[in-house]
């Protein structure tokens, strides 16, 4: 018994200092270009999160500019407009993703 708790703390420990991972969908539609914490084709959400921290509209602005793609000052090349093809509520939920868990 002993034994098996003690794994079962490492292994809660283990999981929850892991980086939080990104969702299928932004793997599917976006991890071509993006990674949580590194720099790729484009900059890292940690680093959207980053710019984007504090502002009351964050979400919707990350709507709105994953939709349209283009330039957003990071100098890195274009967005495509809705990334790999990812759908209005694959881009809202990883909007929210961006802003708001990613800024916990
Ligand atoms: C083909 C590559 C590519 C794909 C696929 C892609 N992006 Fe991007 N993305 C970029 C580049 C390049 C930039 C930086 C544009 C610039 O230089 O301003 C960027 C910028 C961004 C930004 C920053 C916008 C801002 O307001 O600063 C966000 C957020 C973003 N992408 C989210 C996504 C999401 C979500 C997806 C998937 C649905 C996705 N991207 C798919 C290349 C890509």
Known sequence: MKII???LVTLLTA???MAIDMPADGKSKCGACHSIDKKSV???WNAVAAKYKGQADAEAT???NITKGGK???DMGV???KGLGAND???AALSKFIAVDLNQ
């Open 62 to 64: 990350l709507v709105a």
């Open 5 to 7: 708790t003690a794994t």
């Open 42 to 44: 484009g900059p890292s």
């Open 15 to 17: 999981s929850s200092a």
């Open 72 to 74: 957003y000052g990071w």
């Open 89 to 91: 509520k694959q881009i």
């Open 79 to 81: 967005m495509p407009a």
